[in-house]
């Protein structure tokens, strides 16, 4: 065998030789790497306010030169006086909305405030603190039997036959009773509410 040969057989042999170990052996498995899956969030809660109740407001007082039903929850304080002082009337007798007393005779004079009239040409002013549609005065020794009228004005109203409100007063005015030691007897109507008040006037 020439020198050439003998390479080219050499090379051949190899060549075999390395073939063979490739086709014995195991492909080794190729892993693919983890898809990763997007996780769905969770929408968070939206905390969602409750009204709470609101605080009732209290009724409205009635302003001066208001017209219509009266929604004052109770008689009002009224004063008498004159041109110098006026004191705070005692209520009696009322029937206001669905609430009513009875007063059916008149206070001990000890029991009431004293009003002293310095001039009595000048007469008495009645005022309330809420506009009222009505008023009558009258004044006594004693008794309710013995009243005597002092005046009155305004216009009773009946919300059953009254077609038209009459319109409210803010104050009255009234001659004084004579020279006297008296107990004033006032009736006030407040549209469909009546109420009565006393006080106790001296006059010189």
Known sequence: MTRTAWIVFTLTVAALTAGCGSIGASPTPTVAAPTRTPSKATPSATAVATPTDSATSPSPTPTSGSTGPS???????????????????????????DTCADAFELPPKQDLTILVVTDPAAGLTFRAEMPFNRWAASYSSRTMEDLEPLGQGGAVYDPDTSATVPATITEANMTAPPSGDWIVYIVMNSFENEAHYVWRVQVP
Request: with cysteine.
């Open 71 to 97: 929604s004052q929850p109770g008689p009002p304080t009224t004063y008498l006086g004159d041109e110098t002082s006026e004191i705070a009337g005692q209520l009696r007798t009322f029937c206001w909305h």
